[in-house]
């Protein structure tokens, strides 16, 4: 998904622990959105329709502003979206069957979620428990 060839970590299980191609994956930057940046870089500056308003600082902040202590403080009409591209789906890149979570995985990532500010349904943290809890038990099975 992330625009690399298949096993593009695999090196590293020659010079670290094997999870450390985790950290690889984690520290990437998406090579589409790479691609994206470099193009409007390498195609110079561009005209930009910036649109200036008001706003009530009372109120909810507007996504992007600008001012400063002179100044009032002036919204402009910007999206976090620059563009929309169609995403491929996530089953075009399962080449290899699907290993469930490890407890010790599932444990960390429920942990990091609960302490997190990440809005998600209730259900979907029910549901990494339930899961947590039958790896916990296939972890008993076997010692």
């Known amino acids: ?27 990437a930057v998406s090579v589409p959105a790479a691609a994206w940046v470099g193009e409007k870089l390498a195609d110079g500056p561009s005209a930009v329709d910036l649109r200036v308003a008001s706003f009530d600082q009372m109120k909810k902040w507007p996504i992007a502003a600008f001012g400063g202590p002179r100044q009032k403080a002036l919204a402009v009409s910007v999206s976090m979206w620059p563009v929309a591209k169609a995403r491929p ?44 809890d039958r790896m916990r038990g296939q972890m008993e099975l076997v010692a």
Not at 2 to 27: C, H, I, M, Y
Not at 100 to 126: N, V
Request: aromatic fraction near 12%; charge should be positive; glycine fraction near 6%.
């Open 1 to 27: 998904m992330q625009g690399f060839s298949a096993d593009w970590t695999q090196p590293a299980e020659s010079v670290a622990k094997k999870n450390a191609r985790w950290k690889l994956v984690g520290n």
């Open 89 to 132: 789906e996530l089953t075009q890149f399962l080449q290899f069957a699907p290993k469930p979570l490890s407890y010790k995985a599932t444990a960390g990532f429920i942990s990091r979620l609960s302490s997190g500010s990440l809005h998600f349904p209730q259900e979907f943290l029910a549901a990494l428990r339930r899961h947590a």
